[in-house]
């Protein structure tokens, strides 16, 4: 049974963009998804174990899935943790006919078939292209060579939900499922006779993901389909937002390795319990895909690079939140991260003689939900008679303007909105209206899910290398959201126990964004390294504003303690 508890959302609203949050309390004694995850085939043959070896028996050894004994050992291990499907990365040209290891995938699958067969778990294929994400041509000649090989096995999985029981297949994609419709679309049935037999659906090839009916199956970070019927999470952190250790917060520029990190076990802890409240499928990253290091295995890391070696080289320390959620389901009483909340977002700025701005929703909007408008200018003497949508809901201000060096922000809220009337075409268009023209200016919408009432707000700017918040004291479960704006940088997270939230680059501002779920009441804040190239010192400015929920909750909730809160000094 679900309980919708009270909530109260604090979100920090940097210059130039604003997260919200909202959360709707899910307590559930038992998962509901499908539980699968990927697995990986071509770690040693590319050159990318980094040293991981993961356990098989009671040894640990670079398992190559050509030994039927090895695979059988390191699938009983995923078993364990309560995995039903296991999908095979399948995603690299050279594993295909015509490649050198087309030899040995053959010999790798048959092991990976025999060994669900006698374990009694199923598998289905993520396949895509080296350099050929968008042919459907390709795609369909290793969906021909699935349908001929291995889709007729009994331990191939079949989609099974809405009555689609053709066999599943993954598509590695870009622009993820947007994209692959698109294509599908535009080419001949001739080009598509073996994919079309499939229940596609898709993974994000290193950039934002698009959200369709058919995203959600990975492939970094945190994801889900537009109905969030199917989850994904892994360890590692976030393609989009970026976690950067190197030199660009754009996804498409750099996809280097050494950029990646693995998240903390209580930031896995709090993904792997979200993943588990999917209705249809929960996909726990990759257990042991040591090509990306994304794993979550039972394994060795400590010859690994520094950023890809489980917390005290615990070689348990990713498994066992999974076996422990998938397997036991979660108590009464535990409340996952869960993010429901942010239903949609769009942003879109223009840099010269601004008078106005408008911009469209991208997806109907639903009645109830709540919706937030924030607006940044370069120019501190401007005002805002007027913020209206083509819905005719109301607006409010909610914080502003606060300024900073030549930068003004504000911003807006509607609370219990009206059901868009546009057919799933998401025209509900917002319009900004400013007292006389800006050089610059940016609007951020956010709709939100659970919360219909603003609690409270605070605001802060200055000058240096870290941006904070003020304190806001809480007295319900509530989700807090940090974010900074600066006109240098914003990826070092200073607090305790938030995962990264999402980043832009909004004309001459860099924002950063982290959330945090908390139950106790108390005074909470958050902080951001905001510096510069070698740490010089960015104009920054901080707004926060609280708001919650009036659902009432059909039972009395039990009340747990968070897994980190961060309880300002």
């Not at 995603?91 to 053959?106: A, F, I, R």
């Not at 959600?216 to 969030?228: E, F, L, N, R």
């Not at 977002?345 to 003689?353: A, C, L, R, W």
């Not at 919408?445 to 004291?473: F, M, P, Q, R």
Request: hydrophobic content about 35%; glycine content about 10%.
């Amino acid at each position: 049974m679900k309980i919708f508890l009270k909530r109260t959302l604090l979100a920090t609203l940097t210059v130039c963009v604003g997260i919200l949050v909202s959360s709707l309390l899910m307590i559930t004694p038992a998962r509901a998804g499908v539980p699968c995850c990927l697995i990986s085939c071509v770690g040693e043959d590319l050159a990318h174990n980094h040293g991981t070896t993961f356990l098989v028996d009671d040894q640990y050894i670079f398992c190559t899935y050509t030994n039927p004994t090895q695979i059988t050992g390191l699938l009983a291990k995923i078993k364990a943790a309560g995995i039903q499907v296991v999908i095979v990365d399948m995603t690299n040209d050279p594993q295909w006919q015509g490649g050198n290891l087309w030899p040995k995938s053959q010999i790798q699958i048959a092991n990976i078939d025999s060994a669900c067969r006698s374990l009694g778990l199923q598998y289905a294929f993520l396949i895509g292209g080296d350099a050929a994400h968008g042919s459907v041509p390709i795609l369909d000649g290793r969906a021909a060579t699935i349908l001929s090989l291995w889709a007729s096995s009994p331990a191939y999985r079949k989609f099974g939900l809405n009555g689609d029981n053709r066999p599943l297949l993954v598509v590695f994609y870009s622009p993820a499922g947007a994209g692959l419709t698109a294509n599908l679309k535009a080419a001949p049935a001739a080009a598509q006779t073996h994919l079309s037999q499939f229940h596609l659906v898709c993974t994000q090839v290193n950039q934002r993901q698009q959200y369709t009916s058919i995203d959600g199956w990975g492939y970094h970070g945190c994801t889900q389909s537009a109905d969030g019927t199917t989850r994904y999470v892994s360890t590692q952190s976030s393609m989009w937002p970026y976690d950067i250790s190197g030199t660009t917060s754009d996804p498409n520029v750099s996809t280097y390795e050494v950029d990646w990190k693995k998240i903390p076990v209580s930031a896995w802890i709090d993904r792997v319990e979200w993943c588990s409240l999917a209705q249809g499928y929960s996909i726990y990253g990759t257990y042991d895909d040591t090509c990306d290091e994304c794993e979550w295995g039972i394994a060795d890391t400590s010859k690994a690079p520094r950023l890809f070696q489980y917390p005290g080289n615990d070689p348990y320390a990713y498994y066992n939140p999974v076996q422990k959620v998938v397997t036991q389901g979660l108590p009464a009483g535990t409340p996952p991260v869960d993010n429901q909340w942010l239903v949609q977002s769009e942003s879109f700025g223009k840099t010269s003689n601004v008078s106005s701005l408008q911009l469209p929703y991208k997806y109907a909007q639903s009645a109830g939900n709540l919706n937030v408008v924030v607006v940044q200018t370069a120019n501190t003497s401007a005002t805002i008679p007027s913020v209206s949508d083509s819905d005719g809901n109301a607006y409010q201000l909610a914080i502003g303007p606060t300024t900073s060096a030549g930068s003004e922000q504000w911003m807006y809220y509607a609370p219990i909105i009206k059901a868009s009337n546009s057919n799933g075409k998401g025209s509900n268009s917002v319009s900004v209206t400013f007292s006389g023209q800006v050089s610059q200016a940016d609007m951020t919408l956010y709709e939100l899910a659970g919360v219909d009432a603003l609690a409270n707000t605070v605001s802060s700017s200055g000058n240096g290398i870290t941006a904070a918040t003020g304190n806001i004291t809480t007295k319900i479960p509530e989700i807090l959201v940090a974010g900074a704006c600066s006109d240098g940088t914003c990826n070092t997270y200073l607090d305790p126990g938030y995962q990264r939230g999402g980043d832009g680059d909004f004309g001459d501002c860099v924002n950063g964004n982290e959330y945090q779920y908390v139950i106790t009441p108390g005074s909470y804040h958050a902080a951001m390294g905001v510096g510069g190239p070698n740490n010089t010192k960015c104009n920054w400015v901080i707004q926060l504003a609280a708001f919650y929920g009036h659902t009432a909750p059909t039972a009395p909730p039990a009340q747990a303690s968070p897994a980190n809160p961060s309880t300002s000094k």
